[in-house]
């Protein structure tokens, strides 16, 4: 009977481990949504600091969007190159003149080694920040 107690014993302490694991992986769940969020706000906050740099009037959300709108349509039309290639060198002038550093891409060691599935969501959102 001695071998029924010990599997009981490691049935109980692979139970525990388990559950352990569970509550782990649900708190790392929740420092990367919080982490997501932190990144989107922090994106908004640059695009609305860039815009204001750029002289545009902050008050014309509407001419804003339409300009927005326009660009997209442009970038995923058929000359989507060109207007990509022009987008970037006004960027990279624009930047340059303002002292504007580009966007870092954040390294392994700052994405971690978690959930692969989640961390390429997070990086593919990462590296599209800004050229989009």
Known sequence: MAGTKTLHRLEKKFSFLQQKQEETMAKIRQEMKRTKKEIEVQRLDFIAQTIKKTGFPMDKT???????????????????????NRYIALYNDFAAKH??????????E???????????????????????
Do not use: C, H, W
């Not at 700052?110 to 989009?132: A, K, T």
């Open 62 to 84: 509407v001419l804003l969007v339409g300009a927005v709108l326009d660009a997209k349509e442009k970038i995923e039309g058929m000359e989507s190159t060109v207007a990509i």
């Open 99 to 108: 002292g504007i550093q580009d966007f870092e891409e954040p390294t392994e």
């Open 110 to 132: 700052e994405v971690g080694m978690g959930n692969p599935i989640e961390q390429n969501e997070l990086s593919s959102e990462v590296s599209s920040y800004g050229r989009e």
